[in-house]
Nanobody, 125 residues
Framework: QVQLVESGGGLVQAGDSLRLSCAAS????????MGWFRQAPGKERGFVAA????????SYVDSVKGRFTISRDNAKNTVYLQMNRLEPADTAVYYC??????????????????WGQGTQVTVSS
């Protein structure tokens, strides 16, 4: 089992920045690729970003490219999502997730075995 706990959400204004953290415990963190997903009110949960076990490869949904950065610190068992130039459309509950797989499917929920409880991000205009 892997336990994931997100933090760092909050209420900000458009153009502001936030950094989300996801702390992992349980099995060896470096064995898992990590992803961030989000769910806006009334919408399905969707992919935001993912990172390989070593952190050498990242992937982003087009709407956040150039604004968001995913990173990880395997020594601290933590994955981060740095979010810059936030927009009202970024308002959502953000979830981190862990998977032993990597590939094109890492942009979907299907391969992820473990999920956090989510953290709310609200961006006002």
């Amino acid at each position: 089992q892997v336990q994931l706990v997100e933090s760092g959400g909050g209420l900000v204004q458009a153009g502001d920045s936030l950094r989300l953290s996801c702390a992992a415990s349980g099995r060896t963190f470096s064995n898992y690729a990590m992803g961030w997903f989000r769910q806006a009110p009334g919408k399905e949960r969707g992919f935001v970003a993912a990172i390989t076990r070593s952190g050498s490869i990242t992937s982003y949904v087009d709407s956040v490219k150039g604004r968001f950065t995913i990173s990880r610190d395997n020594a601290k068992n933590t994955v981060y999502l740095q979010m810059n130039r936030l927009e009202p459309a970024d308002t959502a509950v953000y979830y981190c997730a862990a998977t032993i797989h990597w590939g094109s499917a890492a942009r979907t929920e299907r391969p992820y075995d473990y999920w956090g409880q989510g953290t709310q991000v609200t961006v006002s205009s």
